[in-house]
C-alpha cells in the first residue's frame, strides 16, 4: 500500500496563492500518476489536475492557467500551486496516486487517496 500525506491547506483571501504538497510513501511500487482532485460543500469531487512519472502534465478549464501542478519528484512528491484563488476554489482538496503494486506478484495496479486538506478562499 502507498500513504499519501498531504499538507498546506488553509484559509486565504481572494487573489491570494496556496502550495499543497502530498508525499506517497511506502514500499515496492511505482507511481504512474498523480492527481489533485477537490470537494466543494454539496458538490462532487472533481479533477482539479493531474501528472504522470514522466512530468505530463493535465488540469481543469477552471483552474487553467492559475493552478500549477509539479512532480512527483525523487521522494514521490508532487505540488499544486495555486495562484489567484477565488472563492469558488474552496474546498477540501484530495491528493490521489495511481501506482503498480511490486509487493505480490502478479503485480497490480492501484489507487489510492489522501485524507484531505481543506482550502478556504475568502472574499
Known amino acids: 500500500q502507498v500513504q499519501l500525506v498531504e499538507s498546506g491547506g488553509g484559509l486565504v483571501q481572494a487573489g491570494g496563492s496556496l502550495r499543497l504538497s502530498c508525499a506517497a510513501s511506502?514500499?515496492?511500487?511505482?507511481?504512474?500518476?498523480m492527481a489533485w482532485y477537490r470537494q466543494a460543500p454539496g458538490k462532487q469531487r472533481e479533477l482539479v489536475a493531474v501528472?504522470?512519472?514522466?512530468?505530463?502534465?493535465n488540469s481543469a478549464d477552471s483552474v487553467a492557467g492559475r493552478f500549477t501542478i509539479s512532480g512527483p519528484n525523487a521522494k514521490n512528491t508532487v505540488y499544486l500551486q495555486m495562484n489567484s484563488l477565488k472563492p469558488e476554489d474552496t474546498g477540501v482538496y484530495y491528493c490521489n496516486a495511481r501506482f503498480t503494486d511490486y509487493s505480490t506478484y502478479p503485480y497490480r495496479e492501484r489507487e489510492d487517496w489522501g485524507q484531505g486538506t481543506q482550502v478556504t478562499v475568502s472574499s
Open positions: 511506502g514500499s515496492l511500487f511505482h507511481i504512474n500518476t
Open positions: 501528472i504522470t512519472s514522466g512530468g505530463t502534465a
